[in-house]
């Protein structure tokens, strides 16, 4: 496509799609006829991928997410298409400019943190491996919720990111398929006279599949993401609407769509508990259910799904997946039980996403049976098999209890995590020590019994969005000192490493951080009023606000910093110049979460404004941090702050996104930090803190917090200038709560490793005033993370899992 004929048919859009002329057009009206002109490309593309797909009918990965964190899409597009010079000149010839139309975007609302990320760096990968794929989701009317605050504490309000249209979505509603709920099982005959069972739902809702477009990179292969929204079977009921009851006449259209509203609800009452259920059987009996319609519709044997077909279930979220595609297979299709069985567990694999005992879902007994009643039988059935083979093999009755995949205290329930590793192929943690730690303690009773079950597969970022979109005046930079190849092979990023000593490279690469740095200031300047220094380290915490990643850690640290100041301990000049910026939601129930929100907003109020420290200390915490931020602070980071008590975090993802920009690393031996430390050599990260068994013998032996509040006389200033009432306005019993629970409980031991970490931090400044050395370390950082791409972690992922292999599309030629 050249100029000419892109400005032609952005104006063409302008008239028959938005009913308005260039002189009238609104910004929206821009963004939406930029959107479809570029759509034009992907969905020839796509549309090949398609055909490819279907005549070869290969082997497809079927990724199942709850959510899905895509970031803005008109900017990966554009590079996919290879388009945004072309769109550039053609947008100026009309007195457009680019950036200004791509920045009315608004992104969609589809995911949270790390796994949704995690979910999107996937689907991108496995489109530019050429993978046949298909992701499945949710398509969420209001995604999780939009951070605000409110006198410095957290308010949640509705993302409304389809308010003004959803352009990138290409809806089906002629291909929406039913999904029900409750109701009973009955008994049955088949034709040839053999008993069965089949479920009779008390209420289905409709399936609507929207799809998503997926692009390669360098590649003509467009894969699909097809999210699923809910609709009611029966609308509007106008008798009812004619007697005057309007609430009641939508009442059926309310209950449906509540399923897709939100993602993740709040589930503290029986109701949200109720609809969480509701949302993960709703997607996954869709897209079970529509995959294997196809293939069975191509000509492909029961016997051979396996062969065609592989699941992924990210996180417990989807295993619902397993009896609904038993249910398929022996009520609908008529299989027997060992058959369907055999091939259920040849199909699925699962992906465990955490170490925290709370968070392995368990569904009551009681939900389970009334909501889903049929699954619930299979399920129970499924356990039944499963323990007697371990009874016989075993003869130990307290394992046989340990591995149930029912739960019968503190009350009966399914235990997700057992099932999905019961009836998968394959089981996985996301970094080296998670995978461990998931063998020898989480799962240890299931992977001692399959010990070949268990593998590995270290996460990884895409390097198209978080270094080719996200940081531009790098990849420049990057182009000319080694090639443009790294955006398709991230280990070409080695080359650097001759480049580590050459004071030219090393000054251009200061340069691009200053330039990003300027940028994040003006972004958020303009988006928050925040107004930042830009010749000052920036220390970045970016993640979900969970107390076992330890934001109150960074804000110790903080807080200690100034009470030495105010206590004559500490000369402000001596502290060197520091941003630190917090980003992180906490999930609307999590009251120790929102609580620490609180008081970094309040710690700032009163740092930002402290004569005492002469603007050499900030703390910036924009709202409402999402992957259109992230593009912008990434870049700009020096340093970044990975603290979690070892042991907890299952991977983490945000820091390989900031070791590729060139952000040195202050962490912890936890999840993928574990990697990052070997591969950039220690001299080039911050280690500090206990090891996971040293955590673990703390734990066991009795971890008394108090204990180092009173050997430690900067904790002790710290702690003691929050509980005084000094940054909530002479208000002792504001953060109390906060206080207490440090002193007589923290959980995850932030106080223990204090003395660990502020010693590190001196480390750390010692290093930034000398800018050869920390620019040199920084260099090394990005030349070894190379490993860290999602391309590497999705062959990882095609050896040891799934078996699929490429299927490059042909070129569809138009007329």
């Keep these: 496509m050249d ?47 398609n055909e490819t797909y279907n005549k070869a009918v290969p082997k497809t990965v079927a990724y199942l997410s709850a959510e899905y964190l895509l970031g803005p899409q008109t900017g990966n597009a554009l590079l996919a298409t290879d388009l945004e010079s072309t769109a550039r000149a053609a947008l100026s010839t009309l007195g457009i400019d680019l950036d200004d139309v791509i920045a009315t975007e608004i992104e969609p609302g589809l995911g949270n943190g790390g796994l949704g990320r995690l979910a999107a760096c996937f689907i991108d990968s496995l489109a530019t491996l050429n993978i046949p794929a298909i992701g499945y989701g949710i398509r969420y009317n209001y995604g999780i919720f939009r951070q605000t605050f409110v006198d410095g504490e957290q308010v949640e309000q509705p993302d409304t990111w389809m308010s003004l249209g959803t352009p990138w979505e290409l809806p089906h509603p002629e291909k929406a398929s039913l999904v029900g ?295 420049n930079l990057l182009d000319d000192a ?49 107004e930042l220094p830009t010749d000052a380290m920036y220390d970045v915490m970016v993640k979900r606000l969970h107390e076992y990643k330890r934001q109150s850690l960074k804000l110790l640290h903080v807080v200690s910093l100034y009470a030495r100041v105010l206590a004559g301990t500490l000369r402000a000049e001596d502290i060197e110049p520091r941003v630190v910026v917090f ?27 402290a004569p005492e420290l002469r603007g050499r200390l900030k703390i910036a915490f924009p709202a409402n941090y999402n992957v259109t931020l992230a593009e912008k602070l990434i870049p700009a980071a020096d340093l970044s702050e990975q603290i979690s008590l070892a042991g907890k975090e299952a991977s983490g993802t945000g820091n390989m996104k900031f070791a590729l920009n060139g952000a040195l690393t202050v962490g912890t031996l936890d999840g993928a930090n574990v990697e990052i430390h070997e591969l950039v050599g220690d001299e080039n990260f911050f280690l500090f803190g206990m090891t996971e068994p040293e955590a673990e013998s703390l734990a066991q032996a009795g971890y008394t917090p108090s204990k180092y509040y009173e050997q430690d006389e900067d904790l002790k200033l710290a702690i003691d200038l929050i509980a005084s009432g000094a940054f909530s306005g002479g208000e002792r019993s504001t953060f109390e709560p906060i206080v207490s629970d440090w002193l007589w409980h923290d959980r995850f031991m932030a106080l223990a490793d204090f003395r660990a970490y502020v010693d590190v931090q001196q480390d750390i400044e010692a290093k930034y005033r000398d800018a050869e050395a920390w620019n040199r370390s920084a260099v090394l950082n990005v030349a070894r993370s190379g490993f860290f791409s999602s391309d590497r972690s999705i062959s990882d992922y095609l050896e040891r899992i799934w078996h699929a292999t490429p299927l490059p599309a042909a070129r569809r030629h138009t007329a």
């Design 3 to 49: 100029t000419q004929t892109f400005a032609s048919l952005f104006l063409e859009e302008l008239q028959f799609t938005r009913g308005t002329t260039l002189e009238a057009a609104s910004e929206q009206d821009k963004y939406i006829a930029l959107v479809r002109v570029v759509r034009r490309s992907l969905i020839e593309r796509w549309h090949a991928t």
């Design 181 to 475: 709920f409750g109701g009973h099982v009955e008994e049955t005959i088949s034709s040839a006279g053999m008993p069965g069972r089949t479920w009779v739902p008390a209420w289905h809702v409709q399936a609507v599949p929207c799809d998503y477009l997926v692009p390669g990179y360098d590649t003509e292969n467009v894969n699909t993401l097809r999210l699923w929204s809910a609709r009611a079977t029966d609308e509007f009921n106008l008798q009812i609407f004619n007697s005057g009851d309007f609430e009641n006449a939508v009442r059926a259209r309310t209950a449906a769509e509540n399923i897709s509203n939100v993602l993740y609800p709040e589930d503290s009452t029986p109701q949200g508990k109720e609809l969480r259920l509701q949302q993960q059987y709703f997607f996954v009996a869709a897209s079970v259910r529509d995959l294997l319609d196809r293939y069975l519709g191509l000509g492909v044997s029961f016997t051979n799904l396996p062969e065609h077909i592989t699941f992924q279930l990210n996180d417990t979220h989807p295993v619902v997946a397993i009896p609904e595609l038993m249910r398929l297979l022996m009520d609908e299709h008529g299989l027997e039980w060992d058959e369907a069985w055999g091939i259920t567990q040849r199909i699925f694999n699962y992906t465990c996403h955490t170490l925290l005992p709370e968070a392995l879902e368990v569904w009551s007994v009681d939900l389970f049976g009334r909501l889903l009643p049929r699954h619930l039988e299979i399920i129970f059935k499924i356990n039944e098999v499963f323990l007697d083979e371990v009874r016989a093999k075993t003869g130990n009755e307290l394992l046989v209890r340990q591995m149930s995949i029912i739960q019968e205290q503190p009350f009966r329930a399914v235990r997700m995590a057992h099932l999905a590793t019961v009836a998968s192929a394959r089981v996985n943690g996301v970094a080296e020590l998670h995978s461990q730690l998931l063998r020898d303690n989480v799962l240890k009773d299931f992977s001692a019994y399959w010990p070949d079950k268990f593998t590995n597969v270290t996460n990884g970022v895409t390097p198209r969005r978080f270094v080719r979109l996200s940081n531009p005046e790098l990849s």
């Design 482 to 530: 080694i090639g443009s190849g790294w955006t398709r092979d991230l280990s070409q990023l080695s080359k650097l490493e001759e480049l580590v000593d050459d004071e030219g490279f090393l000054e251009q690469f200061a340069h691009v951080k200053s330039l990003n740095k300027q940028r994040i200031a003006a972004v958020l300047a303009e988006r928050d009023g925040i």
């Design 583 to 609: 980003g992180a939601k906490a999930a609307p129930g999590y009251r120790m979460a929102k609580d620490t929100i609180a008081l970094i907003n309040a710690v700032a109020a009163t740092i930002n404004n």
